[in-house]
């Protein structure tokens, strides 16, 4: 048995980083051409594009690719039919000086990288509210009052509002890599490495754990779930930029790698990291991470309560009901549903709503809130290992005794999925 296909009519990866001569070459050209600044979320895009995940996308989406995927989550241009659920788009608000056939330098704005160089087939101004309600409304009670709340509570709301007033798309060729590789080492791996070391391994099913937070007990059972019925898992880490009081990816790494050194067999394990930014959209945002996670060679993507979620606005289940609604060939990834998650006394393990028939009082849970409160006054000797391993704790809470960090640990949104 094979790994599965790259997503895509192709089936193959479609890797846009230029190497050695050829990239020494464009990054030449460049120097002729306008220069575009662009966000750390459209550089994480870049990553994504340069590296094969997003395949088979050619670049940033033209409108023609837009409209598709806003109505009917379908490419109509680089690859028409093929499932895809959120726009990858590149947004500007001067396009006075660009048009239609130019090629343009796209540098990050934070760090002045250059990131690619891309050819502009479509400038549009996009109606964005129509794109914020198709891709991040969803069956939560926030959803019903979508535009009280959204533009003060939903962050993927904020970044397409907050973003330029015109779209521009095209091919583009990929040159940087940021400083990903030197920061995580070969957890930075793309898509043809994944596969690679899955092939070696000889597995075919593999499923792939979505992750933005440290790991807890909860969802290391998720994982080994995944792992009694597969061939392995693929840990995969977004290190891209979070919010505000999320805990940052170099602390997360350490959190990882505390816990897959004591409790993780690493012949059926895989860690890896990727540079995305997250949509928190939710549904939508899961089908993003099966099409990537498909492209790293994983069959299967680990989906629990809440996936991609933010505040209330999505269904607590809703990222895993989506993919049943998909027509047929859309995506060769099948979603593993998993409930949630917990300690049971009674059960005297791991246990699920679905398997466990005892009451909430026999459960260990601690909710994000009292998680915060017991790190923030130092005591991470109070939550209880059935909660959390204690090499994972430790490291956290030498995180929570920084300053810096304590400002950051009240914060709405840090440790979010514990709630
Ligand atoms: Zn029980």
Not at 137 to 163: C, I, M, N, T, Y
Not at 334 to 355: E, N, P, R, V
Not at 393 to 406: G, K, T, V
């Amino acid at each position: 048995m094979a790994l599965v296909n790259p997503h895509g009519s192709k089936k193959e990866l479609m890797p846009l980083l230029l190497k050695g001569a050829e990239r020494d070459e464009e990054i030449k050209r460049a120097e002729g051409m306008k220069r575009l600044d662009i966000t750390s979320k459209e550089s994480g895009d870049i990553l994504m594009l340069g590296m094969g995940a997003f395949t088979p996308l050619n670049g940033f989406m033209v409108k023609e690719d837009y409209d598709g995927v806003v109505e009917d989550m379908k490419l109509r241009k680089v690859d028409p039919g093929t499932m895809w659920p959120l726009p990858v788009t590149l947004a500007q608000d001067d396009v006075s000086g660009i048009s239609e056939g130019d090629e343009v330098a796209l540098y990050d704005k934070e760090t002045g990288d250059l990131m690619a160089t891309m050819k502009i087939e479509s400038i549009w101004e996009p109606d964005k509210r129509k794109e914020c309600e198709m891709c991040f409304k969803g069956a939560g009670p926030d959803s019903e009052r979508f535009w009280e709340v959204a533009e003060e509570d939903h962050p993927g709301v904020q970044q397409v509002l907050g973003s330029g007033k015109y779209y521009i798309g095209g091919p583009i060729k990929a040159l940087s890599e940021k400083d990903f590789k030197q920061k995580y080492g070969d957890a930075y791996m793309h898509p043809a490495v994944a596969r690679g070391i899955f092939e070696d391994r000889g597995w075919s099913t593999v499923a792939a754990f979505q992750t933005r937070n440290p790991i807890h007990r909860s969802h290391e059972f998720l994982t080994k779930i995944a792992q009694e019925v597969l061939d392995g898992v693929f840990i995969h880490a977004l290190v891209g930029k979070l919010k505000e009081g999320d805990i940052p990816g170099e602390v997360r790494m350490k959190c990882y790698k505390a816990l897959l050194d004591n409790y993780y067999n690493m012949e059926r394990t895989v860690l890896g990291v990727y540079p995305l930014e997250m949509r928190y959209g939710g549904p939508k945002e899961a089908l993003l991470h099966g099409i990537f996670r498909q492209n790293f060679g994983c069959s299967h993507l680990i989906v629990g309560r809440d996936h991609a979620g933010v505040g209330d606005f999505y269904g607590l289940f809703e990222a895993q009901e989506i993919f049943d609604t998909l027509w047929d060939g859309a995506l060769e990834l099948q979603c593993l549903k998993i409930d949630w998650t917990f300690w049971c006394h009674k059960c005297g393990g791991m246990a699920s709503l679905k398997t466990c028939p005892h009451d909430k009082e026999d459960r260990v849970v601690v909710s994000g809130t009292k998680f915060r409160r017991i790190m923030s006054e130092g005591k991470p000797e109070d939550v209880p290992p059935e909660f959390s391993r204690p090499e994972v704790l430790a490291i956290l809470a030498e995180y929570y005794s920084d300053p810096e960090a304590r400002k950051a640990k009240v914060k709405k949104g840090a440790f979010e999925d514990l709630k």
